[in-house]
């Protein structure tokens, strides 16, 4: 969970009120650690507030999503994540390939 600026501000007039890091890291449920980060200056509100805007966007969770428009899809011929219709299975030295024989050695 990511600490707000206005929660670090909230930790400090703690502190400065007199209350302990332990204390303070048992009433708002935070690690004694980051309370301790906190005190010692290691973190601010300053640069709570540029981690929060460097936050990267979520991650897509499938492959369609990345792509949106296009689906890849497993040919059934060579076995390629391609769009279809397959353009591996079109390139001239697949086509010698399979002609002669030999076992496809890519792939997945």
């Known amino acids: 969970m990511m600490k707000s600026p206005e929660l ?10 007199g209350l ?9 449920k935070l690690s004694r650690g980051f309370v301790d980060a906190v005190a010692n200056g290691r973190i601010t509100p300053a640069s709570r507030a540029a981690a929060i805007a460097r936050i990267p966007p979520k991650r897509p969770n499938s492959v369609a999503q990345l792509f949106k428009t296009e689906v890849y899809t497993r040919c059934p011929i060579c076995r390629g994540l391609v769009l279809m219709p397959c353009v591996l ?12 024989g030999v076992a496809f050695v890519g792939g997945i």
């Open 20 to 28: 302990g890091q332990r204390a303070i890291a048992r009433r708002m």
């Open 8 to 17: 670090i501000q909230h930790i400090l007039e703690m502190l400065d009120f």
């Open 89 to 100: 299975c079109a390139l001239p030295s697949e086509q010698a390939r399979r002609a002669s």
